[in-house]
């Protein structure tokens, strides 16, 4: 069975950072894209950035220079590095694993950027 768990959301300052965590079990993660998308209040979804089976990486213009994806296949986990934070990154965080060309979602982390 199919699992993608998301952790490392919460409260931070303006400037701070945070590192958002996927795991995925039940498929074979290294034949996998990861995405991070993003839905802040009164908006849509977003994509926020994108590692593919090979490493190559995409971003957002939004939170280009300030957020790096990476993943670790051994670990079954990707991961989202956010630096430099601004209250407009406030937003739920969600990791999307594409398997086989089947979509498999996280549950969302709650990402808050405040004084």
């Known amino acids: 069975q199919v699992q993608v768990v998301e952790s490392g959301g919460g409260l931070v300052q303006p400037g701070g950072s945070l590192r958002l965590s996927c795991t995925a079990s039940?498929?074979?993660?290294?034949?996998?894209?990861i995405n991070w998308y993003r839905r802040a209040p009164g908006k849509g979804r977003e994509l926020v950035a994108v590692?593919?089976?090979?490493?190559?990486?995409n971003y957002a213009d939004s939170v280009k220079g300030r957020f790096t994806i990476s993943r670790d296949n051994a670990a079954n986990s990707g991961y989202l590095q956010m630096n430099s934070l601004k209250p407009e990154d406030t937003a739920v965080y969600y990791c999307?694993?594409?398997?086989?060309?089947?979509?498999?979602w996280g549950q969302g982390t709650q990402v808050t950027v405040s004084s």
């Open positions: 590692i593919s089976i090979t490493g190559n990486t």
């Open positions: 999307n694993v594409v398997n086989d060309r089947i979509d498999y």
């Open positions: 039940g498929i074979i993660f290294s034949l996998s894209t």
